[in-house]
């Protein structure tokens, strides 16, 4: 089984700086990993994917993360945060058994 | 398409009660998945499905049921509900494998 490990479970950043937050999964095998984002009282939505191909995924509102084998993480990025970026963000984890595995989230928080 | 559509969004149970929670996709997606997601544990996979008439248990299956007759259903069964089994259950869908799933808006489910 997989284990999926966000370092950090709240993450509060000023407006307009730049935030990481963290992610490192288990396996050594071959997997897709996933950043999803929860806004309050609402299901997931995928934010970013990687599959296969390049390393580094981006998104649509700015966020990208990298894939790094050699040290099986997967960390979100984005330059400059806006208040509307404030929501749960889980990092997840397919392996070739079907299985999905998530962490356990971290909760940003951007000030105005 | 209404995409991944859940029943009831609250429901309110007394310990040892059953009842069941619905899932229906409308994309034709083969797998289809339950979460448990609770605080400081991320989401939990209870069941999933690769397609109708095929199920399989995830991490955390106890004292739930699900089967898959058609392609759009997933339903989730509570045969004796327990305070822990108080949470947020969402339902996932997947074209193929869980590379990408599409989660419903979630039950929020108090056991008393």
């Known amino acids: 089984a997989q284990s999926v490990t966000q370092l950090d479970s709240q993450v509060p950043v000023f407006e307009e700086a730049p935030v990481e937050l963290r992610c490192n999964y288990s396996?050594?095998?071959?997997?897709?990993l996933f950043w999803y984002v929860q806004y309050p009282n609402q299901g997931l939505q995928l934010l970013l994917k990687?599959?296969?191909?390049?390393?580094l995924v981006e998104s649509i509102n700015g966020f990208e993360a990298e894939f790094n084998k050699s040290q099986t993480s997967f960390h979100l990025r984005k330059p400059s945060v806006h208040i509307s970026d404030t929501a749960e963000y889980f990092c997840?984890?397919?392996?070739?058994?079907?299985?999905?595995?998530f962490g356990t989230g971290t909760s940003l928080t951007v000030i105005p | 398409n209404a995409g991944v559509t859940q029943t009831p969004k609250f429901q309110v149970l007394k310990t040892g009660q059953s009842m069941t929670l619905q899932c229906a996709q409308d994309?034709?997606?083969?797998?289809m998945s339950w979460y448990r997601q609770d605080p400081g544990m991320g989401l939990r996979l209870i069941h999933y499905?690769?397609?109708?008439?095929?199920?399989d248990q995830g991490e955390v299956p106890n004292g739930y049921n699900v089967s898959r007759s058609t392609t759009e259903d997933f339903p989730l069964r509570l045969l004796s509900a327990a305070p822990s089994q108080t949470s947020v259950y969402f339902c996932?869908?997947?074209?193929?494998?869980?590379?990408?799933?599409?989660f419903g808006p979630g039950t929020r489910l108090l056991v008393l």
């Open positions: 996932a869908s997947s074209p193929t494998s869980p590379k990408t799933q599409y």
């Open positions: 396996s050594s095998v071959s997997v897709y």
């Open positions: 990687y599959l296969s191909g390049s390393t």
């Open positions: 997840a984890v397919s392996d070739p058994g079907n299985q999905f595995y």
């Open positions: 994309m034709n997606h083969e797998y």
């Open positions: 499905s690769v397609g109708a008439g095929i199920t």
